[in-house]
């Protein structure tokens, strides 16, 4: 019984940074990879970025890479995903992910998902 609540949406100028939080509970925490994901309106969902259990590697995708940061503290059961000079194509509903499986890159891969966070971008 995983559950996962994303938190840390909302309307940010283009240009400026955003952090997103995941919180994690009913399981032990450091035996999950964690990932983020979103979705556009009318387009697919996509790969954001994922963590490993310990922290110690880390994926990004090509339209976020240099410019994300994905992070977790064992600690406090959380996932963060700090987004930097945002642009308009940013706009879409993040969805924080964990598996406890050994692969943790694309969708198929996670098994329990948060219900999403809004990220608007505007000018």
């Known amino acids: 019984q995983v559950q996962l609540v994303e938190s840390g949406g909302g309307q940010v100028q283009a240009g400026k940074s955003l952090k997103l939080s995941c919180a994690f509970s009913?399981?032990?925490?450091?035996?999950?990879?964690m990932g983020w994901f979103r979705q556009a309106l009318g387009k697919e969902r996509e790969f954001v970025a994922a963590?490993?259990?310990?922290?110690?590697?880390?994926y990004y995708g090509d339209s976020v890479k240099g410019r994300s940061t994905i992070s977790r503290d064992n600690a406090e059961n959380t996932a963060f995903l700090q987004l930097n000079n945002l642009q308009f194509d940013d706009t879409a509903v993040y969805y924080c992910?964990?598996?406890?499986?050994?692969?943790?890159?694309?969708?198929?891969?996670?098994?329990?998902w948060g219900q999403g966070t809004q990220v608007t971008v505007s000018s």
């Open positions: 992910a964990a598996t406890k499986g050994l692969y943790y890159s694309v969708e198929s891969d996670f098994i329990f």
């Open positions: 009913g399981r032990a925490f450091d035996e999950y990879a």
């Open positions: 963590i490993s259990w310990s922290g110690a590697t880390t």
